[in-house]
């Protein structure tokens, strides 16, 4: 292994494409620190900067053989942070949204009445999202919980964005008409 440390990155680069494992050990070693460092200092959870690095290394091992580095290892893995840290960025973007309009619709005070009733009501609507069928309930988590795309989503469950919007309107439907119930009834 001490001998990879004397190798360029365009050596250790060429050695990866052929499924080298010490090889890939020595880039991980070389960079990880570097990338947490660039990861962490855009992110406010270290354990995000964390996946975010995990996530590049894992993709770099996966690609190894079709890997085509037109710059530098050290611009290709510090541009690849960039692109994963606005992803994740985006993704709590949209979560946080979510969670504040969620609170803004249900009116939330600080008053432990009103924060009752919404945990109550919060609680109703996880009891309907899990009678969704699975597919169904799958599609909706993604989509209002982690904010995912209706093209992200088909792209990761591997279906059509019709299937997506046609799965996310009867789960939609189905919350709504239960929600509906349930609110009638307290009324």
């Given amino acids: 292994m001490d001998r990879y440390k004397i190798f360029t990155d365009v050596e250790l680069v060429a050695l990866l494409k052929k499924g080298d494992k010490v090889a890939f050990a020595e880039i991980y070693d070389r960079y990880w620190d570097k990338l947490f460092s660039i990861a962490g200092h855009k992110l406010e959870q270290l354990e995000d900067a964390e996946e975010v690095v995990q996530n590049i290394f894992i993709a770099l091992w996966n690609r190894r053989e079709t890997l085509n580095i037109t710059s530098t290892l050290n611009s290709y893995l510090a541009v690849s942070v960039k692109y994963r840290v606005i992803k994740v960025l985006e993704k709590l973007y949209r979560q946080k949204k979510y969670a504040d309009s969620l609170g803004k619709e249900c009116g939330l005070d600080d008053s432990t009445q009103e924060w009752l009733e ?62 509906n119930i349930l609110i009638s009834m307290l009324l």
């Fill in 118 to 179: 919404f945990t109550a009501l919060k609680a109703s609507l996880e009891q309907l999202v899990k009678k969704l069928p699975d597919k169904c309930q799958l599609v909706y988590r993604m989509s209002r919980e982690e904010g995912f795309s209706q093209k992200e989503i088909a792209g990761k469950l591997d279906i059509s964005e019709k299937t997506v919007e046609a799965h996310l309107g009867k789960a939609l439907k189905t919350i709504r008409s239960g929600l």
